[in-house]
Antibody
């Protein structure tokens, strides 16, 4: 049974960057997608982007284009999300989630989730 | 981007009630819709994919229906463990969007 384990909580200054990791174990990594979803305090879910580890190609939400980089290493089953130019409204729990794509040209539904990583941006 | 609108935002219900949550897409998404349950302090959990397919391990009191732009999640008889927030998510393309969520609370 696949498990996604994320790195620990981070406290960052405005203007800095954060890099969160997601380690997959117990299942196939490269043939699924790995996605990053965030949730600000008391708010809903917001998709940031995803990657297909087998090909290394990433898709990003327009809102985060140019500020987020998602990478994956299929040999170590590790995925990373780096967010730059942090602001106070980036304070949120960041989740990685495994995505399954049913058909070409569609996106994935998210069937396994990490435990979440709290990123706090404060001066 | 495709906008997803859920209603209601909050539902006050009792154990044993039938619960229906609606999700509308701003354009047709065929049946590329998933539903998730999230409890406080926990990651979301997949309930339904492809609008009506029940994820393995999810109780059969949960069901989904709809296609095109209008979808529903139904809980046939609400159990104590079902008090949570529910989200829909479209995956018609690889630009995913979620609904705003529906909190199911105790009446």
């Amino acid at each position: 049974q696949v498990q996604l384990v994320q790195s620990g909580a981070e406290v960052k200054k405005p203007g800095s960057s954060v890099k969160v990791s997601c380690k997959a174990s117990g299942g196939t990594f490269s043939t699924y997608t790995i996605n990053w979803v965030r949730q600000a305090p008391g708010q809903g879910l917001e998709w940031m982007g995803g990657i297909i580890p087998m090909f290394g190609t990433a898709n990003y939400a327009q809102k985060f284009q140019g500020r987020v980089t998602i990478t994956a290493d299929k040999f170590t089953s590790l995925a990373f999300m780096e967010l730059n130019s942090l602001r106070s409204d980036d304070t949120a729990i960041y989740y990685c989630a495994r995505g399954y794509v049913e058909e070409v040209r569609t996106g994935p539904y998210l069937d396994k989730w990490g435990q979440g990583t709290l990123v706090t941006v404060s001066s | 981007d495709i906008q997803m609108t859920q209603s209601p935002s909050t539902l006050s219900v009792s154990v044993g009630d039938r619960v229906t949550i609606t999700c509308r897409a701003s354009q047709s998404i065929s049946n590329w819709l998933a539903w998730y349950q999230q409890k406080p302090g926990k990651a979301p959990n997949l309930l339904i994919y492809k609008a009506s397919s029940l994820q393995s391990g999810v109780p059969s009191r949960f069901s989904g229906s709809g296609s095109g732009t209008e979808f529903t999640l139904t809980i046939s008889s609400l159990q104590p463990d079902d008090f949570a927030t529910y989200y829909c998510q479209q995956y018609n393309s690889y630009s995913l969007t979620f609904g705003g969520g529906t909190k199911v609370e105790i009446k």
